[in-house]
């Protein structure tokens, strides 16, 4: 028996259209708010932050949003993405369950992020945006943007959390390589920045903090705008075409998944990956939609599902979600993409309505996890994707116990070739575990 099982789509079924969950769900998300005025903000304070295609899909309606056929062309560089059976962790597991995993590592910057970087770049491109700018944690959203750009012919100004542009120089390099700018955050380039390090001279930097610095030089820039990788509905929108795919291999098979499961950290792999399957859960399917979150980070676990800042800046708009706390700063473990203090309003909407559950786990057990995937499969998990496989690794073991036949569905969101040194650091010194400081104390 072989290691992996893989079902692959023609090209051909690459999805035509996104799918907007948002009509879908019991409640709308509530609206974001100005940060001076406290008022539900219109489409002039958008418009000086994103491109307009952008701003109508945030606040659409509509179930399903066309996919420009620019953008169709370049997902072909790799999608459809394939979905492979876990036989040899089935067999290691000694679980009744079945276990499958869509593979978003495939892309040309290595994870699910360029689904909606594609977009956005594209989009930037036809309204005649000079430059985007956005924040990274750990740097797979830079990477993406940064390819992104190149392809379709725009600027990218990257702010990387400072912890991790020191610890991940290959991520560095990569968004170089593609002739987009990196630069650390907090750094001397914006005021925001350089009142943090005169603060705090050895400030890590969060994604908070970087947010404030993109928002600062979006408005100082008239031809600039926001690039986001999480959070904003149109973000999880481009990223649906993951359980599309997800869907129509599983139905090719005949199977149905009970549990789906991913990595959160703002929401956009989770999002992409089990909101094509909500629509399903509401009409009653038994469904388990699992987010798995670092304990140093535990926004859906302890977090306070109210209205905050998007940044620690306190620049841009309130919206209502989990949240730890915009002046939150969670230690600098090694998933860099998971340390964002609040979830995306459309995920912390489908927690608060009971939809989905949270697991937060220590990253030594994640890392054991990715480890032990890399050497069954051979195929080796990004810190974030790991995440996902130690919640995995928990439910087939549940499976084991209650006899349960289960199908489990999780979504491998990237991979972790541009990560050795934190695995090497997993195999070398033991990982220090740092406790969060309580969001209350930072709100």
């Known amino acids: 028996m072989n290691a992996l099982e893989r079902f692959d789509l023609p090209v051909s079924a690459i999805p035509r259209r996104w799918y907007n969950v ?23 304070y958008l418009e000086t932050l994103l491109p307009r295609a952008l701003i109508a899909q945030e606040t659409s309606l509509e179930r399903w949003i066309a996919i420009p056929q620019e953008v169709r062309d370049a997902y072909r560089l790799w999608r459809p993405t394939p979905l492979y059976r876990a036989l040899a962790l089935e067999r290691h597991l000694d679980t009744p369950a079945r276990i499958y995993f869509k593979y978003e590592g495939s892309s040309p910057s290595g994870s699910h992020k360029l689904n ?3 977009a956005q770049a594209y989009y930037a491109r036809l309204e005649g945006v000079e430059r985007l700018v956005t924040d990274t944690g750990a740097g797979q959203w830079g990477s ?14 990257v702010y990387m959390v400072r912890t991790s542009y020191k610890t991940k120089p290959a991520r560095r390099q990569f968004i170089e390589t593609y002739g987009q700018q990196v630069l650390p955050s907090p750094g001397p380039h914006t005021a925001y920045g350089r009142d943090l390090l005169a603060a705090r001279p050895d400030h890590p930097g969060s994604e908070a903090t970087a947010v404030s610095e993109a928002l600062e030089t979006v408005r100082a820039h008239p031809g600039s705008r926001l690039s986001m990788g999480a959070f904003a509905n149109h973000v999880l929108l481009h990223q649906t075409v993951i359980g599309l795919e997800t869907r129509e291999q599983l139905q090719s098979i005949g199977a149905v998944p009970d549990y789906l499961v991913a990595s959160v950290g703002c929401g956009s792999n989770l999002a992409g990956f089990a909101f094509p399957f909500l629509a399903d859960k509401l009409a009653g399917a038994e469904m388990t939609v699992l987010a798995a979150e670092p304990a ?13 800042y998007a940044d620690s800046g306190r620049l841009g708009p309130l919206a209502r979600t989990y949240t730890l706390g915009h002046a939150f700063v969670p230690p600098p473990i090694h998933a860099g993409g998971l340390r964002y203090h609040g979830a995306a309003p459309l995920v912390g909407l489908v927690r608060h309505e009971g939809l989905l559950e949270a697991r937060a786990y220590p990253q030594h057990e994640v890392f054991e996890a990715g480890t032990l995937f890399a050497r069954l499969h051979g195929l080796l998990p990004a810190p974030e994707t790991a995440h996902a496989i130690r919640a995995v690794i928990d439910t087939a073991h549940q499976c084991r116990e209650r006899r349960h036949p289960a199908t489990i569905v999780f979504c491998y969101s990237g ?9 090497h650091s997993h195999h070398t010194d033991p990982m220090v575990e740092e406790e969060p400081v309580p969001h209350a104390a930072v709100r």
Not at 28 to 38: A, G, H, K, Q, S
Not at 144 to 157: E, H, K, M, S
Not at 296 to 308: I, K, N, Q, S, V
Request: proline content about 13%; glycine content about 8%; overall charge negative.
């Open 296 to 308: 140093a980070c535990p926004t859906l676990t302890a977090g306070e599902y109210r209205y905050d």
């Open 22 to 44: 948002v009509p879908d769900l019991p409640e709308l998300p509530d609206d974001y708010l100005d940060p001076v005025t406290r008022e539900p903000v219109g489409p002039q």
């Open 144 to 157: 993406a943007l940064a390819v992104a750009g190149a392809r379709f012919g725009v600027d990218a100004l």
């Open 415 to 423: 991979h972790g070739l541009l990560d050795l040194p934190a695995y």
């Open 116 to 118: 909606s970087a594609l």
